[in-house]
């Protein structure tokens, strides 16, 4: 028999969330955004730090948080896929197996991109904080895969909401629903440790200090 159970946490829904608006704003901030990239750059900040605090969460947040809790082996993802294919589905509590690996993709992705947007260019009047800090040939790589990197990441996230479409319509798994209110129907399964809020908040102090601390000393 099936419950209702908490199964996201806060701090994990508004990191999502939160990512989502900010990879839509980033692109908005770069077509549209004033000359000097300024709204662009502090997107790219806000980006970094999300991401920082997501890495110190997956390390001693929720349950369902955790990167070694949902990051499967490639024999259980092969499994996993090959009975989604065949309709042969069991609902997971957290994140599947696919989508575990797609979470790491995007994060680290993620990482990278805002990373190297530290060190871009546009060759004529802006350039990231930290590009002084780097050879001309460095900051012509770092640009090159700030620009391309962002189309990868677009389509791995066309892929993920193609995913979370097909488990709606075909599955009949209601996982934006579970994202929002962080509450999902389980079967035969104990419901998730949820770690307290502080320690997000205290995750979040250290990312954002972190960043702040490179940005002032480099």
Known sequence: MSRQVKVWDLPTRMFHWGLACL?????????????GMVWHRWNGYAVLTLVL???????????????MRFVAGPVATARYLIGLA??????????????????VALIGGLLVLAACGLFATDD?????????AA???????????????YWVLAAMVGLH????????VVLGEKLVGAMIT????I?????????PIWLAAACAAIAAGSLALVLAVV
């Open 182 to 185: 962080g509450k999902a129907e």
């Open 161 to 168: 909401v193609a995913a979370v479409v097909f488990h709606r």
């Open 135 to 149: 050879s001309s040939a460095q900051v012509k790589l770092a640009t090159k895969i700030h620009k391309s990197l």
């Open 23 to 35: 990879c839509v704003l980033g692109w908005v901030s770069f077509k549209f955004g004033d000359a």
């Open 53 to 67: 605090f997501r890495l110190l969460w997956g390390l001693v947040g929720s349950d369902t948080a955790r990167f």
């Open 86 to 103: 065949q309709r042969r589905h069991q609902p997971v509590v957290g994140h599947n197996p696919a989508g575990g690996w797609m979470v």
């Open 124 to 132: 004529i009047m802006v350039e990231g904080p930290l590009a002084h």
């Open 187 to 195: 079967e035969g399964a104990d419901a998730p440790r949820l770690a």
